[in-house]
C-alpha cells in the first residue's frame, strides 16, 4: 500500500482506489464491522458532486466509500493525515489535506477540489470538522464548507451516519453495526440563490431529520424487544442480575427455614440476615435496571420480589420462633397474623399506584418487612443477657410487627430509596400509558 501510494504513477486511478478499497474492506471484516447503505439509488448517474456527512468518529470516511459503489475522494484534515494508513489511503484515493491556520493552503485546494467536481470527481466532506464524543447527535455545522459546492455547481448529496462512533468506542470486541443514508440531493437549482449560511442550514436540517427517524425508529425497536423479553427466553421468567440476586435471598429463605426446622437457630438467622443484605443488594441493581427494563420484565420482577419477601421475611421468622420454642396455639395464632400482614402489606405495595399525595412518595408507611431480619439476630446475640425474658420478647415481636405492617403511620424515607421509588413511579407511568394504547 505504500509503494502504492509512493508511486502512483505507475498505476491508474482506478488501481490505486481499488487497493485503498481492499484495505477498508478488510478492516471491516477483521474488525467485525457491519455497514448498512441506504439511498444509494438517489446518487446522480454522472458527473462530481459532494457529499457533506455528519462526523462522529475514525470509522466515518470507511463507512461512506465502502458503501459508495463509484470512487470518490475525501477532504481531510493535514493533522488526521499523518496517521498510519491514513496516510497512505489519502494517497491512494487523491485526497486533499488542508492544513489548519494556512488560509492561503486551503483556499488552493478548494480551488482545486472545485475544478475536480467540474471534472466529475465526488468527494466527501464534513462540515462539522471535528467530533467529540458527540455519538448520534450533531455539533456545529461550518458554513465556509460549502463554499466548493457553490462554487462548482455541483449536486449536493446529504449523508447521515447513525452509529458509526460505535466503532472505535471503548474496547469491546463485539460486531458492530452502522448505517449510511444517502440522503435526496440537492441540485444546484435548489440552492443556487442561497448564501453558504442558508445551504449549510438546509444540509444540516436533512441531516437531522434522518436522524430523528431513525432515533424514533431505535426507541420503538427497544420498546419492542424490551416487551419480547419474557416470550423470546428458551425458560419461562427472567434471569438478569437484579432477579437472580431476588433468587439468592429466596434460597436463602429457604434454606434458613430448613435449618430452623432442624434446630439449628444460629444457622436460621445468618440466613435471615444474608436473604436481606442480597434484597437490599437487589434494589441497586433494580435502580440501575428500572430505566432499561421493559414493563413485562418489571412486573415480573416485582411480583419475583414480592414472593421472596413472603419467604425470607415471612415464613422464615416463624419457623425461627418455632424452634426456640414458641409452640404453643396462642403462638400460632400470632404466626398466622404475622404471614397475613406480610401478605396484606407486599400485595396493597404491588397494587398501588403512584397517583397518591406528594407527602407519601417521602415517607414510608408502616414497618418495612425487611426489619425483622435486623430485630430478630439482635435479640438472639443478647439471648443469654435477656434469659426468661427472651421469649417473652420474641413472642411479643410477631403481632407487634404485624401490627406495624398494615398500620398507616409514616416513616421519612433515606434518599436512596425516594430515587428508586421516582423510578419506580416512571416505570409504572410507561406501563399504564402502554395498556391505555393496547385498549
Known amino acids: 500500500m505504500a509503494y502504492y501510494a509512493k508511486h502512483t504513477e505507475k498505476y491508474t486511478e482506478t488501481q490505486c482506489y481499488k487497493l485503498a478499497m481492499r484495505v477498508m474492506w478488510l478492516i471491516r471484516k477483521k474488525g467485525r464491522i457491519s455497514t448498512t447503505a441506504f439511498g444509494s439509488e438517489t446518487l446522480p448517474e454522472d458527473g462530481g458532486y459532494i457529499m457533506y456527512a455528519n462526523h462522529q468518529g475514525k ?8 458503501s459508495h459503489k463509484k470512487p470518490c475522494s475525501i477532504v481531510i484534515d493535514s493533522v488526521t493525515a499523518k496517521r498510519l494508513i491514513v496516510n497512505q489511503a489519502v494517497d491512494l484515493v487523491k485526497g486533499k489535506r488542508f492544513v489548519r491556520g494556512d488560509i492561503k493552503q486551503q483556499a488552493g485546494e478548494i480551488v482545486r477540489i472545485i475544478k475536480e467536481v467540474k471534472a466529475g ?5 464534513f462540515p462539522e470538522a471535528g467530533y467529540d464524543d458527540n455519538k448520534n447527535e450533531l455539533i456545529e455545522f461550518h458554513a465556509g ?13 446529504p449523508v447521515a451516519l447513525w452509529d458509526s462512533w460505535k466503532v472505535f468506542y471503548g474496547r469491546s470486541l463485539k460486531p458492530v453495526k452502522s448505517q449510511v443514508h444517502f440522503l435526496k440531493p440537492i441540485a444546484f437549482e435548489e440552492y443556487k440563490e442561497m448564501n453558504t449560511q442558508q445551504i449549510c442550514e438546509l444540509v444540516k436540517s436533512r441531516i437531522q431529520e434522518k436522524l430523528d427517524e431513525l432515533r424514533a425508529a431505535t426507541e420503538e425497536a427497544r420498546e419492542c424487544e424490551k416487551a419480547d423479553t419474557l416470550t423470546k427466553s428458551r425458560f419461562l421468567g427472567v434471569y438478569d442480575w437484579s432477579v437472580l440476586l431476588t433468587y439468592v435471598s429466596l434460597c436463602f429463605g429457604i ?4 435449618m430452623a426446622i432442624g434446630s439449628k437457630l444460629a444457622n436460621a438467622m445468618a440466613c435471615l440476615v444474608l436473604s436481606a443484605l442480597f434484597e437490599k443488594l437487589n434494589e441497586k441493581f433494580e435502580r440501575a435496571k428500572l430505566a432499561k427494563c421493559g414493563a413485562e420484565e418489571h412486573r415480573y420482577g416485582t411480583h419475583a420480589d414480592s414472593l421472596s419477601n413472603l419467604i425470607c421475611f415471612g415464613v422464615l421468622p416463624c419457623a425461627i420462633g418455632y424452634a426456640v420454642g414458641l409452640d404453643s396455639m396462642i403462638h400460632m ?56 425474658v427472651y421469649q417473652l420478647i420474641m413472642t411479643c415481636i410477631y403481632p407487634i410487627a404485624g401490627i406495624s405492617y398494615i398500620s398507616s403511620f409514616r416513616i421519612r424515607k433515606p434518599k436512596a430509596l425516594e430515587e428508586r421509588e421516582e423510578l419506580v413511579a416512571q416505570k409504572n407511568e410507561e406501563i399504564e400509558a402502554g395498556d391505555r394504547v393496547n385498549q
Open 333 to 388: 395464632v400470632f404466626y398466622t397474623f404475622y404471614i397475613i400482614s406480610v401478605v396484606v402489606r407486599l400485595a396493597y405495595f404491588n397494587a398501588k399506584t403512584e397517583s397518591e399525595e406528594d407527602s407519601s412518595k417521602k415517607y414510608l408507611i408502616g414497618l418495612p418487612v425487611l426489619s425483622i431480619a435486623i430485630l430478630l439476630p439482635v435479640l438472639y446475640l443478647f439471648k443469654d443477657i435477656l434469659g426468661s
Open 121 to 125: 470527481r465526488r468527494y466527501i466532506v
Open 255 to 258: 434454606l434458613g427455614s430448613c
Open 59 to 66: 470509522y466515518d470516511t470507511i463507512g461512506i466509500m465502502t
Open 145 to 157: 464548507s460549502f463554499k466548493m459546492a457553490l462554487k462548482a455547481q455541483c449536486p449536493i448529496v
